[in-house]
């Protein structure tokens, strides 16, 4: 079984013991998935925002331009082939993140933070 | 970090947090402190006939932009047509109530219901006869590859005059001008790369774009020959001479074309512009059927 962030929603199996839906038989199928980063005007950091399709790198980010950024929420855009990213597995859920369910002395929460400290 | 969990917040944050992100917030105001009186020794109806000619350009090519919605090969694709054609509206809209406040409505004032704006009255409630746009941008669109030559031309010669016109004597066209700049760059820029993608694609994709350059190169016989008001306004500074932009608008084209391995057609021997004199073909009548249809038959509707 191999993984795949298709879809846009983190890891999907994929592999021939996986149904999966029936392919659409228009040509788009052949454009491949990106997913679209924006950073707002305010923001520090790229957000997901959404993911579309594209024929290559450069349409993409027009196509999330002028699909995710209409009501001037950006001023930076990041796009990335769907098929690019490594993402865990819904399967090693467990394993990867309960260990740091019960960690709370991870949090800064014990520590006096001076009222000049901005952005914690 | 914690407050910008998503974009939207963050643009929401930026404008006091009013939730209503949706309706649109920072929004820049094109018109906002200028002067919109009429400059010294300019005729009036001279400004409102220049503005009806760049309004009807917009409007026209608005509508026959939009008329891919539903009907584009792909989504994104049509989202981004239907954003060009939003911004040439927003075009259309600025330069047709300038010619309705300087008092140049045509017949349509007394057509169109008092509460409807002129600009409005000007789109809705104007015939063929008394639209003053080019027959480039009333053409059909044609197939795909068509529809994207006729945008980047179009868009090439709007935005040289436009890039030229930030320097207009009328301050209010000066703005709209400004305003206009870097969405047409972004039309240009946006035709440009379907362009180069189709004409160096397939077989196929180079056949019908070639077909669409040839089926769009006469219409620049329209383009580039002032009319009586043109000349008057360059002269007094307020418009620019068509005549000007012709170099930039050919080479660019030439560039374009070159680079996607089409074949650039001879120049057409250019004429007195038809359409802005308001003699236009029976796609016009047809385009605007379906655009004013609905404004003339429920005057002053809202939903």
């Known amino acids: 079984m191999s993984m795949t962030s298709e879809g846009g929603h983190g890891a999907v199996p994929t592999g021939p013991e996986v149904p999966v839906e029936p392919k659409a038989s228009t040509a788009r199928r052949d454009w491949p998935l990106y997913e679209v980063f924006v950073r707002g005007k305010r923001g520090l950091n790229h957000v997901h925002v959404g993911s579309l399709h594209a024929p290559d790198d450069e349409m993409a980010v027009h196509a999330a331009r002028d699909l995710y950024t209409r009501r001037n929420e950006g001023v930076s855009i990041w796009v990335v082939r769907a098929a690019d990213i490594t993402a865990s597995s819904p399967d090693e859920k467990d394993p990867m993140f309960a260990p740091s369910g019960d960690k709370v002395y991870r949090h800064p929460t014990f520590y006096e933070i001076p009222d000049d400290v901005p952005h914690m | ?303």
């Not at chain 2, 795909?144 to 040289?160: D, I, K, M, N, P």
């Not at chain 2, 002269?235 to 650039?264: I, K, Q, Y």
């Not at chain 2, 057609?265 to 073909?281: D, F, L, N």
């Open chain 2, 1 to 303: 970090m914690a407050h910008e969990e998503t974009v939207y917040d963050a643009l929401d944050h930026a404008h006091g947090g009013e939730g209503q992100w949706a309706f649109g917030t920072g929004f820049d105001e094109p018109l906002a402190g200028v002067d919109t009186t009429v400059p010294d020794g300019i005729d009036p109806a001279d400004l409102g006939a220049y503005c009806l000619m760049l309004g009807d350009d917009a409007l026209v090519l608005c509508q026959r932009l939009t008329q891919w919605v539903t009907a584009a090969p792909e989504l994104e694709e049509e989202v981004a047509l239907a954003n060009c054609g939003l911004d040439l509206l927003g075009q259309a809209r600025l330069l047709l109530a300038r010619a309705g406040s300087v008092g140049v409505l045509g017949r349509s004032r007394a057509l169109a219901t008092d509460s409807i704006p002129d600009e409005d009255a000007l789109a809705y409630f104007r015939d063929a006869d008394e639209f003053r746009n080019s027959l480039l941008v009333e053409a059909p669109n044609g197939d795909f590859g068509q529809t994207v030559v006729r945008l980047l031309v179009a868009s090439t010669w709007r935005l040289a005059l436009s890039a030229r016109l930030r320097e207009s004597r009328d301050p209010v066209l000066a703005a709209i001008a400004a305003k206009g700049v870097p969405e047409l760059t972004y039309h240009r820029d946006h035709a440009a790369r379907w362009v180069l993608r189709l004409g160096d694609g397939t077989p196929e994709s180079h056949r019908r774009t070639q077909a669409g350059v040839d089926a769009v190169w006469p219409l620049l016989a329209d383009l580039f020959t002032a009319t009586d008001v043109e000349t008057r306004l360059t002269a007094s500074g307020v418009a620019v001479d068509p005549a000007d932009v012709r170099d930039e608008v050919r080479d660019v084209l030439t560039m374009v074309l070159e680079r996607a391995t089409l074949t650039v057609p001879g120049w057409p021997a250019e004429q007195p512009s038809r359409g802005r004199a308001g003699q236009h073909g029976p796609e016009l009548t047809a385009l605007l059927a379906d655009l004013q249809g609905l404004a003339r038959e429920h005057p002053a509707a809202t939903w």
